[in-house]
């Protein structure tokens, strides 16, 4: 049997982070990274953007060469599947039956795709978009002439529509909320969103409840050829992406008696509640020290945060800063970026006018303090957000929407 050290259970972003950090941070043991997939970690927002339209190469899309992890003596074992935890006997076991020692293990296991238990989605030609081998199946299906049904209108799919209108493909978003982007941005985003859409071709639907998906020849046979609606209405396509939200693979962890809610939970260093176990990414419900909360992140930047908190711990360093969480999205020439998170919000001041496609929206919650600022194509404001969210401090809103302000002096 090996010798005990760290194991990385799992291979994406915050796992490929937390290795590097723990050689940066001067751990010296041995480290395993274990991921289920068959190539090292790699960034994963590009999939529904760059990598789709090819304009990211495998190269641009891995997180650092192959030969950086033989360089650090960080094994890797891909296309290897975690199968138990083992506490009491600080091991896991694998899918094959082999079982491996460690001395600390970092749970990094990710989400995976939200699937609707509705008629025809088991279909061929229907898909989900988390990894490089699902980007590579909806690539495979778009370009001109072709037609992708989009269920749900969050991040993933208005950038995969954007996406499929760059490579020729007509788009056909199904949104069953009054509005794109309603769990996830302001009203006033929203609607800069879906007219940019618009503009762009893509057809949006609304208030649009699928009831299922339909193959050939209006059967539940064959590949999909359309998405029928609550009212009957069956829109024809070549292919249909969910895009319906994500869930936490945190079943391994459950069965392992850690405490799980929607997530695994840690505490601010990412520690589970065995202080041998930590858990980063999209895996965890974590602190959110700004707003007085828990919640699940899903998020590069939260990643790579947690990453550095669990390499911290682990090598007996100072935590790093607390950060505000913060997000981008790339669709057409609209680079958005959000800092922070809306809660406790009383109300919001646009700075710009959305139709030069130039504008952010801030949150303030009742004592005028920022909570959360949507920004696009404002990269100074989106920066003196940031700064605002971490200080704490009340502003003043009219200045605030007054384009003649500087954003450094609001920031000060």
């Known amino acids: 049997m090996p010798e005990p050290g760290i194991i990385i259970a799992g291979a994406g972003h915050a796992g490929g982070a ?35 339209t090819g304009d990211a190469t495998a190269e641009s899309l891995a997180l650092r060469p192959e030969r950086f992890y033989t360089q650090q003596t960080i094994t890797l074992r891909l296309s290897t599947t975690i199968a138990a935890i083992d506490r009491a006997a600080r091991a896991i076991r ?40 699902d980007a590579d199946r909806l690539k495979a299906t778009i370009g001109p002439g072709r037609r992708i049904a989009i269920i749900g ?32 941005a302001s009203p006033p985003l929203s609607e800069f969103f879906a007219a940019a859409h618009r503009a762009h071709g893509v057809i949006i639907h609304t208030d649009a409840q699928v009831t299922g998906l339909v193959g050939q020849n209006g059967t539940e046979r064959g590949r999909v050829a359309g998405v029928q609606l609550a009212d009957g209405t069956i829109l024809p396509c070549h292919a249909a992406l969910v895009g319906v939200g994500a869930i936490p693979n945190d079943e391994i962890a459950a069965a ?78 609209i680079k958005l970026q959000i800092a922070g998170l809306p809660h406790d919000v009383a109300r ?25 600022v949507e920004s696009v194509n404002t990269p100074a404001e989106f920066m003196a957000g940031r700064l605002m969210i971490l200080k704490r401090r009340p502003v003043d809103a009219a200045a605030l929407a007054d384009l003649s302000s500087n954003m450094k002096d609001l920031a000060a």
């Open 18 to 52: 937390a290795a590097a950090a723990l050689r940066q941070f001067g751990w010296k043991g041995a480290i395993t990274v274990i991921g289920n997939e068959p190539i090292p970690p790699y960034q994963r927002p590009p999939l529904s953007k760059a990598w789709l």
């Open 94 to 133: 694998l899918a094959d039956g082999q079982t491996l020692p460690y001395t600390t293990l970092i749970l990094a296991l990710g989400a995976r795709a939200r699937r609707l238990p509705l008629p025809g989605f088991d279909l061929p030609g229907v898909l989900e978009l988390r990894t490089a081998a």
């Open 153 to 184: 209108g969050g991040y993933i799919g208005l950038e995969a529509a954007a996406s499929s209108r760059a490579l020729g493909a007509e788009a056909v978003v199904l949104e069953r909320e009054p509005r794109l982007l309603a769990r996830v």
């Open 256 to 333: 392992a008696g850690l405490r799980c809610e929607n997530g695994v939970v840690v505490d601010e260093h990412a520690r589970t509640e065995d202080p041998a176990i930590f858990a980063i990414g999209d895996l965890t419900n974590r602190p959110l020290a700004l707003y007085g909360r828990r919640g699940r992140l899903e998020s590069v930047p939260n990643a790579l945060e947690q990453a550095r908190q669990a390499a911290a711990a682990i090598t007996g360093r100072p935590p790093p800063a607390a950060e505000v969480p913060w997000f981008w999205s790339d669709q057409y020439d």
């Open 348 to 372: 919001l001041v646009v700075r710009g006018d959305p139709s030069t496609g130039s504008f952010a929206v801030f949150h303030l919650d009742a004592d005028r303090r920022v909570q959360c």
